[in-house]
């Protein structure tokens, strides 16, 4: 990994403070600003001193999680980020609430998502640009806009949800 210039460094140590705050609008204040550097030295650092901490127990670790996958879901091309990112084809996402799911719709190789124990999330329908996407698991959830978001998502086979919810249509292909 380069090393940042000291402009770099600033920006990091601005950008982490609001990736490590345990407010979920901060954190994703934190995800928008990452994401508008473009700059690959930044993602790649901001994704380190993350990972160093992901494996913390207690109030932070929920925001951990959200701003990891910020990190990961918009680092550009050619950072170890957007590396680590094109990995994963399956991801639990657990214990989030106020989070945008936008930055997972770049896990070009995501064929599972299962959500637990979230509410108020947003971004939903940008899951439709994921080419493999399969399965999508709901459990435990708040579910408004979930229904709104189904719709014509290129591969999808399975949606499992615990949590009640009132389908007025299901995406064609889709057995309830």
């Not at 990736?19 to 934190?30: C, E, I």
């Not at 609430?97 to 719709?105: E, K, V, Y």
Request: proline share 5%.
């Amino acid at each position: 990994m380069a090393k940042p210039t000291t402009a770099q460094r600033t920006k990091i140590r601005t950008l982490r403070k609001a990736l490590f705050a345990r407010d979920a609008a901060q954190v994703r204040q934190g995800i928008d600003d990452t994401r508008d550097t473009g700059d690959p030295i930044v993602f790649d650092n901001l994704l380190e001193a993350i990972t160093k901490h992901l494996e913390d127990t207690g109030l932070d670790a929920p925001f951990r999680r959200q701003a990891r996958l910020g990190v990961l879901g918009y680092a550009p091309a050619g950072t170890q980020a957007a590396a680590e990112r094109q990995t994963i084809t399956s991801l639990t996402i657990a214990g989030l609430s106020g989070m945008d799911l936008t930055p997972i719709s770049h896990f070009d190789n995501l064929e599972t998502l299962t959500l637990r124990r979230m509410r108020d999330f947003d971004g939903m329908a940008s899951l439709k640009a994921l080419p493999k996407l399969r399965s999508i698991v709901v459990h435990s959830c708040s579910t408004h806009g979930l229904s709104e978001a189904m719709g014509d998502f290129a591969a999808l086979r399975e949606i499992r949800v615990d949590t009640p919810l009132k389908w007025g249509f299901l995406p064609t292909g889709i057995e309830e």
